[in-house]
């Protein structure tokens, strides 16, 4: 999904050429400026090209590709390209980190903590690491989104690495939690890492955006709950 950052894209678009599609390397080489058409791509090569370039990068290269040069088509790849999502969200909750710890990891009761969420399942559970079915309220087309995700806590760094196993929409989806103590509590932060379907009805951006507005939603709810907890001398 991502363009690596230490090679040229006109690199790795040569590549697709040659490896799916019959270009012949030397005479890429010889005439840099030459268009996929004047290098002998026809109508099947750039339909393989497309593909690919489709896969890999979420971009649809138009029909008059053969009129554009290699670093053309890099252009335009680079420029439309959808870099994978990434959101980082936090909160300072008023209480002790231990008390966060547990209550944010005892997963069959999240839906007393998160607002969104209607149903949990836990599947399998063994060691700090467990197995669980995520069913949230129906949106306001009536559907009630589900999917498996499974996440292992480790006490010793007070960090949490989840992922989905069911992944839905997303190509993957990573969850990292972290908790460390600040003055008058605990910070517990969220990072998300993950990539949309080409299929998908949202792009990476788009989900971007949606993560991290519930995101604040969901991290307000829980302070809030916990601050209650803690206030109440629960648990």
């Known amino acids: 999904m991502t363009i690596a950052p ?27 400026a030459a268009s996929l058409e004047e290098l002998g791509m026809d109508s099947l090569a750039l339909l393989e090209l497309s593909a ?21 088509v890099a252009d335009l790849v680079a420029r439309k390209a959808d870099p994978p999502g ?8 008023e209480a002790p980190l231990p008390l966060v710890w ?6 069959a009761r999240w839906t007393e903590l998160f607002t ?7 599947l399998h559970a063994e060691g700090d690491t467990v197995r669980f079915r995520l069913t949230m309220h ?4 009536g559907v009630a989104w589900s999917w498996v995700s499974e996440r292992t806590a480790d006490p010793a760094t ?24 600040v003055d008058g509590g605990t910070r517990m932060t969220w990072v998300q890492d993950f990539a949309m ?3 998908a009805p949202v792009d990476n951006a788009g989900m971007t955006s949606r993560i991290n507005t519930n995101s604040k939603v969901q991290l307000a709810v829980i302070k809030e709950r916990i601050e209650r907890a803690h206030a109440g001398g629960a648990r």
């Open 6 to 32: 230490d090679r040229p894209l006109a690199s790795e678009i040569t590549d697709i050429l040659v490896t799916h599609c019959g270009l012949d390397p030397d005479a890429a080489a010889s005439t840099p």
């Open 52 to 72: 690919v370039v489709a896969d890999r990068w979420r971009v649809k290269i138009p029909e008059q590709a053969g009129q554009l040069s290699i670093a053309g």
């Open 86 to 93: 990434h959101t980082e969200n936090a909160i300072d909750i």
């Open 102 to 107: 547990e209550i944010t990891n005892d997963v």
């Open 116 to 122: 969104e969420y209607a149903l949990v399942e836990i």
């Open 138 to 141: 129906p949106d306001e087309n």
């Open 158 to 181: 007070r960090e949490v690495h989840a992922r989905r196993v069911e992944t839905g929409p997303f190509e993957y989806m990573r969850i990292h939690w972290r908790y460390e103590e």
């Open 197 to 199: 379907k080409p299929t």
